[in-house]
């Protein structure tokens, strides 16, 4: 049993340190209690633990604010009336080139599925380090921003908190 315990850990440990190359098939569902570490009901996945502590407060917040500044309620359909739901995947390694980013982030928006009804979500995906980040974004018809726009955005917030206590 010490043995099988030992071997556990360290297996943590090794995979720990050396990281582990994330897919839409592997990586946590932010949507799913307890794959992720979900704060205030904010969709952000970081399963490396790439983002500091203070960091995944300051994204959790702008993605809260986001949807929260985003909503319009004097509209008068459902749909108009609601805010933008968004997602962060976080990893270190996400496997491939850019198209393949592009497939990854594309994948993990119609798995999780942010937002059926309206169509007015989406899913950002940040691969890398500080030093060698790639971004990839997949968003419903019903997001008033560009993929560009929201790439841009979040990549400055993301940038800023990344290893950073």
């Known amino acids: 049993m010490k043995l099988l315990i030992s071997a556990l850990f360290l297996s943590i440990f090794v995979f720990g340190i050396n ?20 704060e205030r009901h904010a969709y952000l996945c ?3 633990m790439l983002i500091s502590p203070n960091g995944r407060d300051k994204v959790v917040k702008a993605l809260n604010d986001l949807e929260r500044n ?17 997602a962060i995947a ?27 009804e309206c169509d007015k979500s989406f ?13 990839a974004v997949e968003a419903g018809k019903g997001v008033p921003m560009t993929k ?11 940038s800023e908190y990344y290893g950073k206590t």
């Open 19 to 38: 990281g582990k190359s994330w897919d839409s098939s592997n990586f946590p569902n932010p949507t799913k209690r307890g794959e992720c570490i979900v």
């Open 46 to 48: 970081d399963p490396d």
């Open 70 to 86: 985003s909503r319009n309620q004097s509209a008068s359909s459902f749909c108009d009336k609601q805010g933008v739901t968004a």
């Open 90 to 116: 976080a990893g270190k390694d996400f496997k491939g080139s850019q198209k393949e980013l592009d497939n990854i982030a594309s994948d993990l928006y119609k798995k999780w599925r942010l937002d059926n």
């Open 123 to 135: 899913v950002l995906l940040r691969s890398g380090t500080s030093s060698d980040a790639k971004y």
């Open 148 to 158: 560009q726009e929201i790439q841009k955005l979040f990549k400055k917030i993301l």
